[in-house]
């Protein structure tokens, strides 16, 4: 399996820390110098999870120079869909990808390394030929915009990579990991409300709650089992940490890219950051940080990247792979 094509795409808009201290009490320098964020880019009514996956997709798709028709599978890692049956349909629709079966798949920010590593089995089985992932997720839209704790961590975007069969198995590597006792952590709950139908039946319905989060439980879950699974996924590749050229971690804050970084003694140089700019684009975040690797030649064919997500399930999971072919 091999990774020929990548793209993103993200909201017109973006809100800088300060325009942000004008809805909730905060500042730059509290959000910068905890988080790494200093803006976010946000979907506006007019745009749509759709819109952005399938310009995402489309990119990828023309970079490994294929056509929409000569994809067979597309898999979207969201949490965030436009529709709870499932939004790849509309995104196949949109690309005009006729031939590709497509479906949805949840692991919040964990989906885009899940969808890696299950897009492969296809890809390796032989069933597959050419497949797209994409990773992307529209958190503004439910984000408590009244609770400064969570409001001003996430941003809205998407990234897509196509992979095709390969001489040689690019994916060196991958260790998942899931651990639902600790699901209160961080959370995107149905919440219902008791309706009754008759005297004898009853339902409950509601909506989805807006985001909740232990920050300081999800840095210490990050800052142990990110390294852990790493190394774990380095030791499956046959490689150590010495070997990897790029560190591209799940983008959630600053301070954990530090920390797994430091853990795993890869110098700063090598790790991807684009939190400054994107905030938490959740399952976008690791493609949209590839694609402007990539794009602005710093990421060329053959390099080594280790790459980890991690976040609500809880789940975590880490891929080493060789970019390009
Ligand atoms: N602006 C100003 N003050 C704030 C803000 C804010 N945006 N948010 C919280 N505070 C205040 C709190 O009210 C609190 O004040 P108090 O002591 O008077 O009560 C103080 O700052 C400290 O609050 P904490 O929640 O303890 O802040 P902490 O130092 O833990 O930093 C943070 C919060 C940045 C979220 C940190 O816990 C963290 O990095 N956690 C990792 C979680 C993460 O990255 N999640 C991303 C989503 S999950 C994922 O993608 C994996």
């Given at each position: 399996m091999?990774?020929?094509?990548?793209?993103?795409?993200?909201?017109?808009?973006?809100?800088?820390n300060?325009?942000?201290s004008?809805?909730?009490?905060?500042?730059d320098?509290?959000i910068?110098?905890?988080?790494g964020?200093?803006?976010r880019r946000?979907?506006?009514?007019?745009?749509?999870?759709?819109?952005?996956?399938?310009?995402?997709?489309?990119?990828?798709?023309?970079?490994?120079?294929?056509?929409?028709?000569?994809?067979?599978?597309?898999?979207?890692?969201?949490?965030?869909?436009?529709?709870l049956?499932?939004?790849?349909?509309?995104?196949?629709?949109q690309?005009?990808?006729?031939r590709a079966?497509?479906?949805?798949?949840?692991?919040a920010?964990?989906?885009?390394?899940?969808?890696?590593?299950t897009?492969a089995?296809?890809?390796?089985?032989?069933?597959y030929?050419?497949?797209?992932?994409?990773?992307a997720d529209?958190?503004?839209r439910?984000?408590?915009?009244?609770?400064?704790?969570?409001?001003?961590?996430?941003?809205d975007?998407?990234?897509a990579?196509?992979?095709?069969?390969?001489?040689?198995?690019?994916?060196l590597?991958?260790?998942?990991?899931?651990d639902?006792?600790?699901n209160?952590?961080?959370?995107?709950?149905?919440?219902?409300?008791?309706v009754?139908?008759?005297?004898?039946?009853?339902?409950?319905?509601g909506t989805?709650?807006?985001?909740?989060?232990n920050?300081?439980?999800?840095?210490?879950?990050?800052?142990?089992?990110?390294?852990?699974i790493?190394?774990?996924a380095?030791?499956?590749?046959?490689?150590?940490?010495?070997d990897?050229?790029?560190?591209?971690?799940?983008?959630?804050n600053?301070?954990i890219l530090?920390a797994?970084a430091?853990?795993?003694?890869i110098?700063?140089?090598?790790?991807?950051?684009?939190l400054?700019?994107?905030g938490?684009t959740?399952?976008?975040s690791?493609?949209?940080?590839?694609?402007a690797?990539?794009r602005?030649g710093r990421?060329?064919s053959?390099?080594?990247?280790a790459?980890?997500g991690?976040?609500a399930g809880?789940?975590?999971?880490?891929?080493?792979?060789?970019?390009?072919?």
């Amino acid at each position: 399996m091999a990774m020929t094509g990548c793209g993103s795409a993200a909201p017109a808009v973006s809100l800088s820390n300060e325009e942000l201290s004008q809805v909730v009490e905060t500042s730059d320098e509290w959000i910068a110098s905890r988080t790494g964020i200093r803006s976010r880019r946000l979907a506006s009514a007019n745009e749509s999870l759709v819109g952005f996956a399938t310009e995402a997709a489309r990119e990828a798709i023309a970079m490994a120079n294929l056509d929409p028709t000569d994809i067979d599978l597309i898999l979207l890692a969201t949490s965030t869909p436009e529709d709870l049956f499932g939004t790849a349909c509309q995104i196949q629709a949109q690309l005009g990808a006729t031939r590709a079966v497509a479906f949805d798949l949840t692991a919040a920010c964990s989906g885009f390394v899940f969808g890696l590593v299950t897009a492969a089995q296809f890809i390796r089985t032989g069933v597959y030929k050419n497949v797209v992932l994409i990773g992307a997720d529209v958190l503004s839209r439910w984000v408590d915009w009244e609770d400064r704790r969570t409001c001003v961590l996430f941003g809205d975007g998407a990234g897509a990579v196509v992979l095709q069969p390969d001489d040689r198995d690019r994916l060196l590597g991958f260790a998942l990991r899931s651990d639902g006792t600790q699901n209160s952590y961080l959370n995107l709950a149905y919440r219902a409300e008791h309706v009754a139908l008759t005297d004898k039946v009853a339902i409950g319905r509601g909506t989805f709650a807006p985001i909740t989060m232990n920050g300081q439980e999800v840095y210490r879950f990050a800052a142990r089992r990110v390294p852990e699974i790493i190394e774990k996924a380095l030791f499956h590749a046959e490689l150590t940490a010495n070997d990897v050229d790029w560190l591209l971690l799940h983008q959630a804050n600053q301070r954990i890219l530090d920390a797994v970084a430091q853990r795993l003694k890869i110098p700063p140089e090598k790790v991807i950051s684009n939190l400054a700019e994107f905030g938490n684009t959740s399952a976008a975040s690791i493609p949209l940080a590839l694609d402007a690797e990539v794009r602005q030649g710093r990421m060329k064919s053959g390099d080594i990247v280790a790459s980890a997500g991690f976040g609500a399930g809880l789940s975590w999971g880490a891929a080493i792979f060789e970019w390009g072919c």
